[in-house]
Every structure is written in C-alpha cells, then in structure tokens.
Nanobody, 122 residues
Framework: EVQLVESGGGLVQAGGSLRLSCAAS????????IGWFRQAPGKEREGVSC????????YYADSVKGRFTISSDNAKNTVYLQMNSLKPEDTAVYYC???????????????WGQGTQVTVSS
C-alpha cells in the first residue's frame, strides 16, 4: 500500500523554525518527485517546494525562497522541509505529495499524504 505520512507541524512564533518530514512507502522512491503543498482555510492549494529523489533537483515557490530548504534521505525514503524565518502567512495545512518523474515533468500528483498543521503566530 502506498503511504505518505507527514509529521513535524505545530505552533511557532513568527521568525521561528519547523522541520516537516514526509515518510514514503509502497513505491519506488527514486522514480518519483516528492513535494510539499499547503492550503489555508478559504484559500487555494499552492505548491511550496519539490525535490526529485533521483537527482536531487529542487523547486521552491517564490514566497518561500531563501527561507525553506527541501532535502531527502533516500535510505529512509523520507523528505524533509526545513522552514526558517516563518511568517504568519505560512500558516496552513501542509501536504506531502508524490508524482512520477521529476519536479518539472508534466505529470499530476499520484499520491497525497493526510497533512500536518503549521500555525505561525504574529
């Protein structure tokens, strides 16, 4: 069974940091790109970051460049999102997702995690 399990969310003050984890199982990790999306209440879901597990290439949304860093531990089939200098506008449910190919390949997301809440106070 394919599973993506997020962890690491929580409540943090503006300027603080959190590290999210996405543990993947049930598929060939290196064949997929693993990314993070987020969605706030009443807002559209937006892509935050992505890493291609095969070659380590990455993508960042403009809103998080310079503050967030995505990385992968292929031995653990786990992707991390280090979030620094957090802002209230980063508050959202963060979802891990996987799609075949690279971050820049034109394929839809194949698998979604259940999400983890990140709340950043002013």
């Amino acid at each position: 069974e394919v599973q993506l399990v997020e962890s690491g969310g929580g409540l943090v003050q503006a300027g603080g940091s959190l590290r999210l984890s996405c543990a993947a199982s049930g598929f060939t990790f290196d064949d997929y790109a693993i990314g993070w999306f987020r969605q706030a209440p009443g807002k559209e879901r937006e892509g935050v970051s992505c890493i291609s597990s095969s070659d380590g290439s990455t993508y960042y949304a403009d809103s998080v460049k310079g503050r967030f860093t995505i990385s992968s531990d292929n031995a653990k089939n786990t992707v991390y999102l280090q979030m620094n200098s957090l802002k209230p506008e980063d508050t959202a449910v963060y979802y891990c997702a996987a799609k075949v190919g690279s971050c820049y390949s034109d394929y839809d997301v194949d698998y979604w995690g259940q999400g983890t809440q990140v709340t950043v106070s002013s």
